[in-house]
T-cell receptor, first 115, second 115 residues
Framework: DSGVTQTPKHLITATGQRVTLRCSPRSGDLSVYWYQQSLDQGLQFLIQYYNGEERAKGNILERFSAQQFPDLHSELNLSSLELGDSALYFC??????????????FGPGTRLTVL | AQKVTQAQTEISVVEKEDVTLDCVYETRDTTYYLFWYKQPPSGELVFLIRRNSFDEQNEISGRYSWNFQKSTSSFNFTITASQVVDSAVYFCALSSKTSGSRLTFGEGTQLTVNP
């Protein structure tokens, strides 16, 4: 158990809908990262938050947004869902910024299925 | 740009055989960090090891060992006396100071250990 929690574990929804994925980092970790794992794209970095502020953006679609709250939990919002958004979404956390030196610990993931 | 290549898509071995998973990376940074993660059939991503670019010592942890060679930009992972529970997808990943904290993952190697 990495100490990172994600809810829900599974999510099934229809095209055009909006969903929210939730992540709680390990105790004491200030950075939260979101990754998408799909069959065609592999594991892709989406976005990073550090202590409530956005710090880095990867290949995140404009239909997707995220935020980190004062209690450090994070939410990833996916809107106008398309079939291609079906994937496993991971949250990871690490202690701080540290420019890449931190080890990221991953949550169990949320499997999103868009029908 | 950074890149991680895991040329072996799938490997199948019989229990108790030794197996090596290859990882080749590309980065222009002189300071970088390499990781291995394991993704068992249950789907979570489990951290195995982190290696800093300035530390070329090989590491052994039980049946696992890692061979880091800067000269060939490789960070290979060997499992000695493989067991059925080692069956999983293994990912090699890279981060560096200039890329921020994002992890760049390889495509993964599916290891199947047969009884």
């Amino acid at each position: 158990d990495s100490g990172v929690t994600q809810t829900p574990k599974h999510l099934i929804t229809a095209t055009g809908q909006r969903v929210t994925l939730r992540c709680s980092p390990r105790s004491g970790d200030l950075s939260v990262y979101w990754y998408q794992q799909s069959l065609d794209q592999g594991l892709q970095f989406l976005i990073q938050y550090y202590n409530g502020e956005e710090r880095a953006k990867g290949n995140i679609l404009e239909r997707f947004s995220a935020q980190q709250f004062p209690d450090l939990h994070s939410e990833l919002n996916l809107s106008s869902l398309e079939l291609g958004d079906s994937a496993l979404y991971f949250c990871a956390s690490s202690g701080g910024l540290a420019g890449g030196t931190d080890t990221q610990y991953f949550g169990p993931g949320t499997r999103l299925t868009v029908l | 740009a950074q890149k991680v290549t895991q040329a072996q898509t799938e490997i199948s071995v019989v229990e108790k055989e030794d197996v090596t998973l290859d990882c080749v990376y590309e980065t222009r940074d002189t300071t970088y960090y390499l990781f291995w993660y394991k993704q068992p059939p249950s789907g979570e991503l489990v951290f195995l090891i982190r290696r800093n670019s300035f530390d070329e010592q090989n590491e052994i942890s039980g049946r696992y060992s890692w061979n880091f060679q800067k000269s060939t930009s490789s960070f290979n992972f060997t499992i000695t006396a493989s067991q059925v529970v080692d069956s999983a997808v293994y990912f090699c990943a890279l981060s560096s100071k200039t890329s921020g904290s994002r992890l760049t993952f390889g495509e993964g190697t599916q290891l199947t250990v047969n009884p």
